[in-house]
């Protein structure tokens, strides 16, 4: 199985890889970067793996693109995949992906040190940001006192992750649906008309209101820094990291921490994810004992080294489960996929 898998490798690529390739997510990208530390730490007799941060979606693409050595091995998600790109997967002849659940994130709107926000709702959000609010028309919003008289009388300005990113995914799916299927209409035209919903629901508004700022969210981090009149939206690991510079603001009164993102509380949680090419696992030396590393308690439990990085720990059973996975390099069911 290995030589044939390296015969593969070799053939498509022009030689196999001694070096772990891995892309994807930004939010995921500081903790996988410190995996790739700690195993090359632990096992010198391995290259150090190669991280890159292309988002989410550009990510997962390149993982499908192929099998050999001019592709990556495994990809970082803010987002489960989807069924669309495992079947481009399998077009290109990437069958069984290993998916790993890594940890818990939330999906923070946050400020400056300096400002004086208050808590927000998934509808303020919405209103302010949608293109077509409800569907009544081009949002006319200049400020969040127009959004709702409770908020400050400040423009609205909120910088936030590309199309390509799983957290603008994760965006609309926590924050822009379910403050647009707050009205009760949206939620029927959901049942008549998924295209339609999806469209006045989804689109921002491109008016400067809403700014794209990139895959990196650090420089989102230093744009609210430097402004306390803008909102920024990321992952609360770059809030944790960043305490002395920004704060996250509450949604719908619960506050983004640890404890309330690890229990559900807070509303905007979202799993973390890192997917790894089976088929280059016998290929591709340390793949094995990357993922073991990535598995271990030390590593992603409630008290291992990447909770000093901002991870919040998955539930004990899926982190057993996640173990499991890593020893056994059993392939993930495509079957509940949407």
């Known amino acids: ?10 053939a498509c690529g022009g030689g196999s890889r001694t ?93 400056s040190r300096q400002a004086n926000f208050p808590g927000i709702t998934e509808r303020d959000i919405y209103l302010a940001l949608a293109a077509n609010p409800f569907g009544k028309g081009p ?10 008289p409770a ?33 009760p209409a949206m939620k029927a035209l959901k049942k008549s008309d998924e295209s339609a919903h999806k469209q006045i629901c989804e689109k921002v508004r491109e008016d400067g209101a809403f700014i794209e700022g990139g895959e990196n969210d650090n420089l989102i981090v230093q744009k609210i820094a430097a402004n306390p009149q803008a909102l920024g939206i990321f992952g609360y690991s770059f809030v944790e990291e960043n305490a002395d510079r920004v704060k996250g603001l509450a949604l719908g009164g619960v506050e983004p921490s ?47 080294y990447l909770s000093r990085k901002g991870l919040v720990a998955s539930p004990e059973p899926v982190r057993q489960a996640g173990e499991a996975v890593a020893k056994s390099l059993a392939v993930m069911d495509e079957a509940d996929l949407t």
């Open 151 to 183: 908020l400050p009388d400040i423009r609205i300005e909120v910088i936030g992750p590309p199309p390509t990113s799983g957290t603008r995914d994760s965006f609309n799916e926590l924050y822009m649906l379910k403050g647009c299927n707050s009205e």
């Open 258 to 304: 640890y404890d309330n993102i690890a229990n559900g509380a807070f509303p905007a949680a979202r799993p973390l994810y890192l997917y790894l090419k089976a088929q280059h696992v016998p290929a591709v030396r340390g793949m094995r004992e990357f993922l073991a590393e990535f598995a271990r308690e030390s590593t992603w439990g409630r008290k291992g």
């Open 1 to 10: 199985m290995a030589v044939a898998a390296a015969t593969l490798l070799t």
């Open 139 to 148: 949002n006319k919003a200049r400020t969040w006192k127009d959004v709702n």
């Open 19 to 111: 070096q772990i390739r891995i892309v994807g997510s930004s939010t995921v990208y500081p903790f996988t970067t410190a995996v790739a530390e700690q195993f090359k730490r632990k096992w010198p007799e391995f290259s150090a793996p190669i991280v890159e941060s292309t988002g989410t979606g550009g990510g997962i693409k390149l993982l499908c693109a192929g099998l050999g050595s001019q592709f990556p091995d495994a990809a970082n998600a803010s987002r489960r995949i989807k069924k669309s790109e495992v079947e481009d997967c399998a077009a290109h002849g990437v069958k069984g992906l290993i998916e790993l659940q890594v940890g818990i994130d939330g999906l923070v709107v946050a400020q």
